[in-house]
């Protein structure tokens, strides 16, 4: 079975959904209306939680299989909840938008105490943090699912 995800925060980045998910698939911009990633205290990752009004730019990934979804559970481990919602995917350069619906993570109501006010930053995370995530990276099982 083949399923579709909603990357919004460090899996946008090819270097690090690749390492985690161990294969590469087809890749849109995407977005996510009334919801807003924000930075999580003490770490170099975001977490998605419901903000009315918000939308949240992420990227839509295609093809994925069952096995590497339940990889991408792990990875984004307990303080996470995988749900089926309504994405806006762009089909073109003319942003052409597209309904879909797509599996995210969303951090889970009892950790949204350790939210900042800071939201996410794609390209902070990649110009700052990359490298030492990858680096913490090479010791996450693939095979642990």
């Known amino acids: 079975m083949s399923h579709d995800l909603f990357a919004y925060g ?38 998605l939680v419901p903000k009315v009004g918000e939308s949240q730019p992420g990227t839509f990934l295609t093809g994925i299989d069952t096995t590497t979804l339940l990889r991408l559970d792990a990875y984004e481990g307990q303080e996470f909840k995988r749900n089926l919602l309504p994405v806006r995917v762009f089909l073109d350069q003319d942003k052409v938008e597209d309904a879909r619906t797509a599996w995210v993570y969303l951090l889970k109501p009892g950790y949204r105490n350790r939210l900042t006010r800071e939201r996410w930053s794609t390209k902070r995370f990649a110009a700052e943090w990359l490298e030492e995530y990858l680096r913490d990276l090479e010791t996450f099982e693939l095979n642990r699912v």
């Open 10 to 47: 460090t899996l946008m980045v090819r270097e690090v959904f690749d390492r985690v998910a161990g294969g590469h698939w087809s890749a849109l911009p995407a977005r996510i209306d009334n919801y807003a990633a924000y930075k999580v205290n003490g770490t170099h990752y975001p977490a």
